[in-house]
């Protein structure tokens, strides 16, 4: 597995604790990191996805409805949601990935932790964020990352 795919990973993971019990991210990536063998450019990119991701959830999460209108956000798998929240971060934010590296990256990551249909929807989601690109990165509500 390439680097940048098993930190991708590693935030998946810290993103999905994070969803499912009151451990703040800090905590997490703390726990996370004690032990991780990584160059400390991954462990910053992983920090920048947690503390993106975190930022910006609510508006994330806006989108997720506009691009899954079928899909009540209670309904998306927790995995799901948080690989498309990642996705929508690193396309509209950070935006030094070329887009269709991070649709690749997301989808592979679906395969690997999600359920049967986790590639599909994730994949077909993108499409609407990368149709509808400029209006999201227009949005004045995302918090820009300082990286």
């Known amino acids: 597995m390439k680097s940048r795919t098993k930190a991708r990973g590693i935030a998946l993971q810290v993103l ?3 969803d499912i019990s009151t451990h703040k991210p ?14 400390d450019s991954l462990k910053h990119f992983i920090s920048n996805i947690v503390s993106g991701v975190v930022a910006n959830k609510k508006k ?3 989108f997720l409805a506009d691009f899954a209108p079928d899909w009540p956000l209670d309904q998306v798998a ?7 929240r990642m996705a ?9 990935t070329p ?10 990551l679906a395969k690997l932790y999600g359920a049967d249909g986790s590639a599909r929807f994730v994949n ?3 499409g609407g964020l ?10 004045v509500g995302i918090v820009q990352d300082s990286d």
């Open 16 to 18: 999905y604790e994070v």
């Open 26 to 39: 800090g905590i997490v990536l703390a726990k996370r990191f004690e032990n991780l063998k990584m160059d």
């Open 60 to 62: 994330f999460d806006e």
């Open 78 to 84: 927790i995995i799901d949601r948080n690989l498309l």
């Open 88 to 96: 929508f971060w690193e396309i509209a934010v950070y935006q030094k």
């Open 99 to 108: 887009i269709k590296v991070v649709v690749n990256e997301v989808v592979e």
């Open 124 to 126: 077909g989601v993108l």
């Open 130 to 139: 990368i149709e509808n690109l400029e209006e999201i990165k227009s949005n």
